[in-house]
């Protein structure tokens, strides 16, 4: 029987060996030693994350993407999240086999992710199709429509963002004010994208990604 002290680092071990083979191919690479792979789209991130329980061994799976021109240090799922149930770890022939499951569907998100974001249109397209409904999602919709130089459709998401006025929370009026900055902005295509290549820039910094010399909006790197 495995000592429970030890299931962690072999439970991970297993992962990593699985990922590599699977994620690695694809051009992802390990964020640090975390159980998180990034995949680099230049102004995109994809991210897959084999997350532990609080309560048992084993892992959840979560795929998705992180547009990089909200400016943090931390990685976020702004689109997509948990795409597998939690696989137990009972032992490490059975986690093994679990490990590359969990890897191979990882891979199958990223290759779905990358055809579905290819470029700016594509992701304002996608917010079309699907109408987001709470702060963050119109925030982001508005930013890709003015990037895409949708002009009307970036105004629209832009004032869902910042004419609430029932929220009075630091981090939301923050945000609002941000959001009626780039609102002003957003008519100045050339001059609102130089502002969020800025920002992107910044937020690869922090999260000490790969240096690029520019941000181009054409396509997503890679493609």
Same mark, same amino acid.
């Given at each position: 029987m495995v000592l429970m002290s030890l299931v962690a680092p072999i439970q991970s071990k %297993? #992962?990593?060996?699985?990922?590599?083979?699977?994620? $690695?191919? %694809? @051009? %992802?690479? &390990? $964020? @640090?030693?975390?159980? *998180?792979?990034?995949?680099d789209r230049g102004w995109w991130l994809g991210v897959v994350e084999f997350q532990p329980s609080s309560w048992s061994e084993g892992s959840y799976l979560n795929v998705g993407c992180m547009w990089l021109w909200n400016v943090k240090d931390h990685i976020s799922f702004d689109e997509g999240?948990?795409?597998?149930?939690?696989? #137990?770890? *009972?032992?490490?022939? &059975?986690?093994?086999?679990? /490990?590359e499951q969990l890897a191979q569907h990882a891979a199958h998100e990223v290759d779905r992710y990358r055809s579905l974001f290819p470029d #700016? /249109?594509?992701v304002a397209n996608y917010y079309h199709r699907h109408p987001p409904e709470s702060f963050w999602p119109n925030f982001n919709a508005a930013v890709v429509c003015a990037l895409a130089g949708q002009q009307d459709d970036a105004q629209r998401f832009f004032r869902r963002v910042v004419?609430? $006025?029932?929220d009075d929370r630091n981090w939301v009026l923050t945000a609002q004010a941000d959001a009626e900055h780039l609102r002003l902005l957003a008519p100045f295509t050339d001059r609102f994208r130089k502002t969020i290549a800025e920002r992107i820039l910044q937020t690869r910094e922090h999260l000490r990604l790969p240096p690029v010399s520019h941000i181009t909006f054409e396509h997503? #790197?890679?493609v």
């Open positions: %297993l #992962l990593n060996e699985a990922a590599r083979c699977a994620l $690695k191919p %694809l @051009g %992802l690479f &390990q $964020k @640090g030693r975390s159980r *998180t792979w990034l995949d999240f948990r795409v597998s149930p939690f696989s #137990l770890f *009972t032992d490490e022939k &059975q986690f093994r086999s679990a /490990a #700016l /249109a594509a004419e609430p $006025k029932d997503s #790197l890679g």
